[in-house]
């Protein structure tokens, strides 16, 4: 499949653990919260890597003390 990146445009790829990261009661973050998290943070004004460091605060937010049990990968990649 082929589409066009425009000026602006950003690709975010995020492994299973991102949406099943889960809090100190066992809740797991899931889709449409993370999807509110991405939507938070993406910003025209923040560069890729700014962007991705405040995913990863909100998901430690989300995550608090609780214990990690899968792996997290994010990749995000700004088309300027």
């Known amino acids: 499949a082929h589409h066009q990146l425009n000026p602006g445009d950003s690709i975010l790829i995020y ?4 949406t099943g990261l889960e809090d100190s009661q066992k809740n797991q ?6 999807n509110k ?4 943070c993406f910003k025209p ?3 890729a890597v700014q962007t991705l460091e405040q995913i990863k605060k909100e998901l430690h937010d989300f995550q608090k003390d609780a214990d990690l049990k899968d ?3 994010l990749f995000i990649c700004k088309y300027n």
């Open 15 to 18: 492994t299973d653990g991102v």
């Open 29 to 34: 973050l899931g889709e449409r919260e993370f």
């Open 37 to 40: 998290i991405i939507c938070n």
């Open 45 to 47: 004004n923040l560069t």
């Open 71 to 73: 792996d997290l990968t």
